[in-house]
C-alpha cells in the first residue's frame, strides 16, 4: 500500500470503524488486527480509528484466540487487544460498524432501538473485493482451515474497506 498523498486536514475528526463477532475473540479481533496494519501501511493512523466488540460479553478482557492469534502472526501481523462488549453508546460514536455474519448484523440493529444508526451498520464481507462470501464463518468449533478462511475473508474485505473509506475522504 503506499502513501496517502494528501493527509487529512487538522479539524477533521477521525474515521471511527468498529468491527463485530459474537465473542470478540476470532474474527472481529482478526478485523482490527488486520485493518490497523493495512491502515498503519498507508499512513493513515491519525485518519482511521479502529476498534473491535462482541455481541455477547462472555469473553470480556480475553486475549484474541490463540488460534486466530498463530494464524495472524504466522501472516505478519502483531497481535494485540482484549475482548470487550458492543454497547448502545458505540452505535453513536463509531461511523461504520461492521458485522461478521447476519446475526451479528440482527444483534446491532437490535441494540439500534430507535433505528438510527441502521446506515452505518453493515456487513464486514460488503467490502470483499476478490472473495465471495455472505459473511464470515465462526472459525471457533472448527480446525486450522476456519482461521486461514477468517483470515482470508478479513483481509479481502479490509483492503476493500480502506480503499472505500480513501475515496470518500479524499
Known amino acids: 500500500m503506499g502513501k496517502l498523498l ?70 505478519g501481523y502483531p497481535i494485540a487487544g482484549r475482548a470487550r462488549q458492543v454497547t448502545a453508546r458505540d452505535l453513536a460514536d463509531f461511523d461504520l460498524l461492521l458485522a461478521a455474519d447476519p446475526e451479528n448484523l440482527a444483534d446491532l440493529r437490535r441494540l439500534d432501538r430507535e433505528g438510527l444508526h441502521r446506515g452505518k451498520i453493515r456487513l464486514l464481507v460488503d467490502y470483499c473485493v476478490d472473495k465471495e462470501a455472505d459473511h464470515v464463518p465462526d472459525p471457533y468449533y472448527g480446525g486450522q482451515q476456519g482461521f486461514e478462511e477468517v483470515a482470508d475473508l478479513v483481509e479481502d474485505a479490509c483492503a476493500g474497506l480502506l480503499d472505500e473509506i480513501r475515496r470518500k475522504r479524499a
Open 6 to 75: 494528501h493527509p487529512m486536514p487538522a479539524d477533521r475528526k477521525p474515521f471511527r470503524v468498529l468491527f463485530v463477532c459474537m465473542g470478540n475473540i476470532c474474527r472481529s479481533p482478526a478485523a482490527e488486527i488486520v485493518f490497523r496494519q493495512q491502515v498503519s501501511e498507508a499512513g493513515l493512523n491519525d485518519s482511521i480509528h479502529i476498534d473491535s466488540a462482541g455481541t455477547i460479553g462472555y469473553h470480556s478482557g480475553k486475549r484474541p484466540d490463540p488460534r486466530m492469534a498463530d494464524t495472524l502472526r504466522r501472516r
